[in-house]
């Protein structure tokens, strides 16, 4: 179950729920992605976040509430 949770793309793992999803849209522009915990690094591609639904384009990870796919 990935709702809520950040992944950590080091471990393959997910990390303790840092993130809250709402209703707005969010969009980050970055493409290196660093989950440590709560703290979240960007370092350059596009993730976008929309009502709970975060999509990395560089990776072909989509996560949304039913966990990541």
Do not use: Y
């Amino acid at each position: 179950e990935g709702s809520g949770m950040p992944w950590d793309a080091s471990s393959s793992t997910w990390v303790a729920s840092c993130i809250t999803c709402n209703s707005s849209s969010i969009t980050w522009d970055a493409c290196t992605v660093t989950w440590d915990a709560c703290t979240v690094t960007w370092d350059a591609c596009t993730v976008t976040w929309d009502a709970c639904t975060v999509t990395w384009d560089a990776s072909s990870i989509t996560w949304d509430t039913a966990g990541i796919t």
